[in-house]
Structures are given as C-alpha cells and as structure tokens.
C-alpha cells in the first residue's frame, strides 16, 4: 500500500520556539493533504486541509498563523508550529490522498510527537 | 468538528470472544471508515464502507453500515490479545471530502 512518511518522529522544543514537522507521501503523489492533532486518549482532530500549491483550509478554531502549513509539493507537506507552547503538545498525524474521487482512502503517517517545555 | 459518537468507550473481552463497537453519525455521508490505532502510534485502515453498502466482511471483521440510523457497527470476532487498541469510525461526506473521527472505543484484550 501507499506508505506516508512523517519526520521528526518526535521533538521536544522550548516554550517560544517554533518547529517544522514534514509529511511526505513516498510512492504517490499527493493532491492533498491533511494534517490532524490528538491529545493523549482522545480521538484525532483534524487541523487543516491542505491542496498542492494552494492555502490551506482551516478547521473552526485553528489558528492559521500559529499553525502554518506549506504544501509546496505533490510529496510534501509541513506543518510549523509557531511560537510553540506548552499546549501544544500533542501528537500531530498527517495524512495524503491520491487524487480526486479516485480514492476515497487517506493514508497516515505514522505521527510526530511534539513536547513543549 | 466530530462528526461519529462511538460506543462503548472502553471494552474489556477475554480472548476468543467477539468484540462489537458502535459509532453513530449526524449528517450524510458517502463512507464510513474503521480505524485501528495501537498506544502512541500511526493509524491502521481496517475497512471501508461506502453508503449504498449495508455489510463488508475483511477477514476477521465484519463492519455494518445503516444509513437509516446513521450508524455502523465494527465486529471482531475471535479475538486476539493482539488485538488490543483503539477502533476509530470516520466519516466522509463525498468521495474526496476530509475525513472526520469518532472519538473511538478502547479495546482491552485479555489473553
């Protein structure tokens, strides 16, 4: 199957520092890409939706200028948290779909644990 | 927004017996998804299901879709220890819609 990538797999920042997190598709080409955060048992919510070379679509109550996301690529995504916090520990999990209506089935990374301190 | 309630939170089943997990949505959908997710990490697909589907069976799972209720039941039968971990339901409006969680049942298997 269509394997996603993510990278770092887990990063621990300082308060007031931002960091990127990368979301690769390996073996396909992703017209867009989701980007979902979970905190520890809770379910995931989805964060934004990101379409190659076009901004971002933000969930109600998601912070775009906090959350930036880059999907420059066909293979690529980020997701940047700004001026990080405490709060924003969580585990982030990015998925990618190929194309439109062809497939309904996203594929997963396997998730990049941030921890602000 | 969630879209899917699941029930029960959390369930506790010796090995070999089934486990059953309910999800219920709020607005139509094109297909429901099964998720499964082990502590701390990536998400497994496990079946989809479209909305003109009433059953889809994928080895030891067996999914049910009623749009009439507006809900899905995920079956696992036989159960494994390692079967041990979060079942998520999602939702999709349309064929290329995002996708939305449930917030997912517990699934303790007790070898």
């Known amino acids: 199957g269509a394997v996603v990538s993510q990278h770092p797999s887990r990063v621990i920042c300082k308060s007031g520092t931002s960091v990127k997190i990368e979301c690769r598709s390996l073996?396909?080409?992703?017209?867009?890409m989701f980007w979902y955060r979970q905190f520890p048992k809770q379910s995931l919510m989805l964060m934004a939706t990101?379409?190659?070379?076009?901004?971002?679509?933000?969930e109600q109550g998601v912070e775009k200028d906090k959350f930036l996301i880059n999907h420059a690529s066909l293979t690529l995504s980020t997701l940047t948290v700004t001026s990080a916090h405490p709060e924003d520990s969580s585990f982030y999990i990015c998925?990618?779909?190929?194309?439109?209506?062809?497939?309904?089935?996203?594929?997963f990374g396997p998730g990049t644990r941030l921890t602000v301190t | 927004s969630q879209q899917g309630e699941e029930d029960p939170q959390a369930l506790s089943i010796q090995e070999g017996e089934n486990a059953t997990m309910n999800c219920s949505y709020k607005?139509?959908?094109?297909?429901l998804q099964w998720y499964r997710q082990n502590s701390g990490r990536g998400l497994v697909h496990l079946i989809l299901?479209?909305?003109?589907?009433r059953e889809k069976h994928s080895g030891r799972l067996r999914v049910t879709l009623d749009t009439s209720k507006k809900s899905s039941s995920l079956l696992i039968t036989a159960s494994r220890a390692a079967d041990t971990a979060s079942y998520f339901c999602?939702?999709?409006?349309?064929?290329?819609?995002?996708?939305?969680f449930g917030p997912g049942t517990s699934l303790s298997v007790i070898p």
């Open positions: 999602a939702t999709g409006r349309t064929s290329y819609d995002k996708v939305i």
């Open positions: 299901i479209r909305s003109n589907e």
């Open positions: 607005t139509s959908i094109n297909n």
């Open positions: 998925s990618a779909r190929e194309g439109q209506g062809v497939s309904y089935e996203q594929y």
């Open positions: 073996d396909f080409q992703a017209t867009t």
């Open positions: 990101s379409n190659e070379g076009s901004k971002a679509t933000y």
